[in-house]
């Protein structure tokens, strides 16, 4: 007699919604350090490299960690949503999260190679023409384009709780709100910057607290 083998289905822990507070409290502590280093003026000099490279090596110490956190905050996220995912917003969802994550990285080893040459050549002309350039192509895409993909990633997963009522609609409407203001809201003050990690760290914390929905829908 042949005996089937049988298989359980793997779900995520509601308690690795604990990624997603840890991304808050990782991603907002490396901003904060690199606000403290990095000054808001364009046209400041070349000292604050110098200066804040203390602070700007913990900072990009901490963002790889912060990533891989946001990494499990999405799949934390996918399994929340369970049989409700919607394909189209899902897909929105995942892409933007990447995005932003990837352009992140970007930004942060644009400031790391800033660090690196101005150790190299703290004196030369072409050291502070690099730092000029690095500084500022990484407030670009940083505060511009990296925090309008954390803004559709906002709007989208807001939607999905709209549709579904996964959410409370008050949350919902929070997540429109702070959406909007990454979206349109021009500023390469880094303090805007920690509007995306405290959203996901207020709704990790909802998460933990409350039971997952069980769906009705049947798995196939």
């Known amino acids: 007699m042949r005996v089937e083998k049988e298989y359980r289905v793997l779900t995520t822990p509601r308690a690795v919604a604990v990624a997603g507070i840890l991304f808050g409290l990782l991603f907002a502590t490396s901003l904060v350090l690199f606000r403290a280093a990095i000054p808001e003026n364009l046209?400041?000099?070349?000292?604050?490299?110098?200066?804040?490279?203390?602070?700007?090596?913990?900072?990009?110490?901490?963002?790889p960690?912060?990533?891989?956190?946001?990494?499990?905050?999405?799949?934390?996220?996918?399994?929340?949503?369970?049989?409700?995912?919607?394909?189209?917003?899902s897909t929105v969802f995942f892409g933007s999260s990447l995005l932003f994550l990837a352009m992140v990285f970007v930004s942060m080893a644009i400031a790391g190679s800033i660090l690196a040459v101005a150790r190299i050549?703290?004196?030369?002309?072409?050291?502070?023409?690099?730092?000029?350039?690095?500084?500022?192509?990484?407030?670009?895409?940083?505060n511009i384009y990296a925090l309008r993909m954390a803004g559709v990633c906002m709007i989208s997963?807001?939607?999905?709780?709209?549709?579904?009522?996964?959410?409370?609609?008050?949350?919902?409407?929070?997540?429109?709100?702070?959406?909007l203001a990454l979206l349109l809201v021009v500023n390469l003050s880094l303090w805007i910057t920690l509007i995306f990690p405290a959203w996901v760290f207020m709704i990790s914390v909802f998460k933990l607290i409350t039971a997952a929905p069980k769906s009705t829908a049947s798995v196939g």
């Open 43 to 63: 046209s400041a000099g070349t000292d604050w490299v110098e200066q804040g490279a203390r602070h700007i090596t913990l900072a990009l110490g901490l963002m």
């Open 157 to 179: 997963l807001g939607t999905i709780w709209l549709r579904t009522g996964l959410m409370p609609r008050w949350l919902a409407i929070i997540t429109y709100l702070l959406a």
């Open 121 to 142: 050549d703290s004196g030369a002309y072409l050291g502070r023409d690099i730092v000029y350039f690095g500084r500022a192509l990484m407030l670009q895409i940083n």
């Open 65 to 89: 960690f912060a990533g891989i956190a946001f990494l499990w905050f999405i799949g934390v996220v996918r399994d929340r949503l369970g049989n409700y995912e919607d394909k189209f917003f």
